[in-house]
């Protein structure tokens, strides 16, 4: 099994930004592909962004495009998502999870990810 920890969340103004990482333990790192999601209160789970195994390919929501960057250090076993020009929807608890079937066409579900961090709050203020 592979262990998630996400980190970086916190409370920041409009149009601001927030660098958010993911640290994968117990397992092997470039074996999964990665992705995040997001959940605001009473809301779906819903998808933001996903790697390959080999970092070479990235895929976003159409809601987060040009705007959220994921990337992934293999020596750190850290998957990032830098997030610029928030937005007050962008307001959620944001997960990162690992996906062993390395699958871009179901990666935008949230049950074709086998493993999940506890999520970080992110909250952005009008």
């Known amino acids: 099994q592979v262990q998630l920890v996400e980190s970086g969340g916190g409370l920041v103004q409009a149009g601001g930004s927030l660098r958010l990482s993911c640290a994968a333990s117990g397992g092997t790192f470039s074996a999964y592909a990665m992705g995040w999601f997001r959940q605001a209160p009473g809301k779906e789970r819903d998808y933001v962004a996903r790697i390959s195994r080999s970092g070479t390919n990235t895929y976003y929501a159409d809601s987060v495009k040009g705007r959220f960057t994921i990337s992934r250090d293999k020596r750190k076993n850290t998957v990032y998502l830098q997030m610029n020009s928030l937005k007050p929807e962008d307001t959620a608890v944001y997960y990162c999870?690992?996906?062993?079937?390395?699958?871009?066409?179901?990666?935008?579900?949230?049950?074709?990810?086998?493993?999940w961090g506890q999520g970080t709050q992110v909250t952005v203020s009008p």
């Open positions: 999870a690992a996906d062993s079937q390395n699958s871009w066409v179901v990666g935008r579900n949230h049950w074709a990810y086998e493993f």
